[in-house]
């Protein structure tokens, strides 16, 4: 199958959902045959991005070596998942013109209820001044300001939310069916 290449990256503030709904997107696209990469923001801090802190600097080279990354792949065919909060507008714009093939996904979720998720207690420990420069706490997230797919997961399901990316894929014609 000749598939084309995209990156579909998956935006918002820690817990709002971002890895779920990239995973499920990934196991359905997955099923059909698809070729993908996942980028998830974590595991590539562990090892592509080692070594940067949480200064703007620091995010901002986080998001262009993921950035970097996924236009290879991109270009290569290879759709590409990327989940990371990438909290700056601006990066992101840069990130999105150098790929060209990329659909924004605005993962939206109040803080309230991604602070209720949190399992792994980083909104407690930046509320307790453990963690400095937190996104949605002490370091702003700059929400999207147009899109390409919005996925509210307060008020739509997982499957909801899976659904709607699936569905703009087809509609943009990266992938033949959803």
């Not at 759709?79 to 714009?93: G, K």
């Not at 998720?117 to 909104?123: A, C, N, P």
């Not at 997982?158 to 709607?164: F, G, L, P």
Request: proline share 3%; with cysteine; hydrophobic share 35%.
């Amino acid at each position: 199958m000749q598939q084309r290449g995209v990156t579909v990256w998956f935006t918002g503030l820690s817990g709002a959902g971002k890895t779920t709904i990239s995973q499920g997107v990934e196991k359905e696209l997955r099923s059909l045959g698809y070729q993908l990469e996942v980028l998830d923001g974590d595991i590539v801090r562990q090892n592509l991005t080692k070594g940067l802190g949480f200064s703007k600097e620091d995010r901002d080279e986080n998001i262009r070596r993921i950035g970097f990354v996924s236009h290879l792949l991109t270009r290569n065919g290879v759709i590409v998942l990327v989940s990371a909060i990438a909290p700056y507008r601006e990066i992101r714009e840069e990130v999105r013109h150098r790929i060209g093939d990329f659909v924004q996904v605005y993962v939206n979720a109040p803080l309230e209820v991604c602070e209720e998720r949190d399992v792994k207690g980083l909104y407690k420990k930046a509320r307790a001044g453990e963690i400095k420069n937190f996104t949605g706490i002490d370091d702003p997230y700059e929400a999207p300001l147009d899109p390409d797919i919005e996925c509210s997961t307060k008020d739509e399901s997982e499957a909801e939310s899976i659904t709607k990316v699936l569905q703009y894929l087809k509609d943009k014609g990266y992938i033949t069916q959803a």
